[in-house]
């Protein structure tokens, strides 16, 4: 050991570990294209868009994430997304899954890094479950189900997105392991 607790060669097996699956993904890709030239290049073009249209919403996760960094202090996340079940936690919460855009998956580092920095599992759970209502797909909603529903729907999934908080944090406690 060299007095980190790490291995010397622990770096270069990371490093091979990180790029097994995209150097698997070319080798599938190239001998594909030895036998389905046009599919290949076709399903290349789909992946491409894919990643186009990940490129802008990672840019902005990182951007944020760097600002976050850069600016709030781990007690001031403690203090609004801490790990009690306040009003003001809650709705902090709901307001920032239900403006929050993008695909959940982009959200995931900055969610572990909020909850590195002291955001509760109540706070994530709440966010996450409110990521469902979208604002600018309202109006469609409304013209499909009418307001009756999207408002009953709505409600219900902001209380049960507080419910859904309290389970998770009582699951989640360290006296429940």
Not at 87 to 113: F, H, M, Q
Not at 164 to 176: A, K, L, Q, R, W
Request: aromatic share 12%.
């Amino acid at each position: 050991m060299n007095g980190t607790g790490k291995q010397p060669g622990d770096n270069k097996r990371m490093w091979a570990r990180a790029y097994i699956f995209p150097v698997a993904v070319l080798a599938i890709y190239a001998v594909l294209f030895l036998y389905v030239p046009e599919g290949t290049l076709s399903a290349l073009k789909s992946s491409g868009k894919i990643v186009l249209a990940m490129l802008v919403p990672l840019t902005l996760i990182f951007v944020l994430m760097l600002l976050i960094n850069l600016f709030v202090k781990p007690s001031n996340v403690a203090k609004f997304l801490g790990r009690s079940f306040g009003v003001r936690e809650t709705l902090l919460s709901a307001a920032a899954g239900i403006i929050s855009a993008g695909p959940i998956y982009v959200w995931y580092p900055l969610l572990k890094d909020l909850k590195e920095k002291g955001a509760g599992n109540y706070a994530l759970s709440v966010f996450l479950y409110n990521r469902s209502i979208k604002p600018f797909l309202l109006p469609i909603m409304i013209s499909y189900f009418g307001w009756i529903f999207v408002v009953t729907l709505l409600v219900m999934t902001f209380f049960s997105s507080i419910i859904v908080g309290c389970s998770m944090n009582i699951v989640t406690t360290p006296e429940c392991e």
